[in-house]
């Protein structure tokens, strides 16, 4: 058992984390909506990428380092 009396025990962290950065909070200029036509371009690409067969790699994993 600890010979410290759990009164004394400080409960605050000894490095508090640094307070966020205020580049986090900045408000920058407004994206601009995409087109209907771009959507329809990002959904004809994403479909294309999740149904093109991608080649499975030959490569045996890498030895464990000891």
Known sequence: MSS???DDVDSTLAYPEPPASPLWHREGPKPRP???EQQR???ELLLRAQH???PRSTKTPA????
């Open 4 to 6: 410290t009396p759990q």
């Open 34 to 36: 995409i087109t209907p």
């Open 41 to 43: 371009r990002n959904r």
């Open 52 to 54: 093109t067969p991608r």
């Open 63 to 66: 030895e464990p380092t000891r």
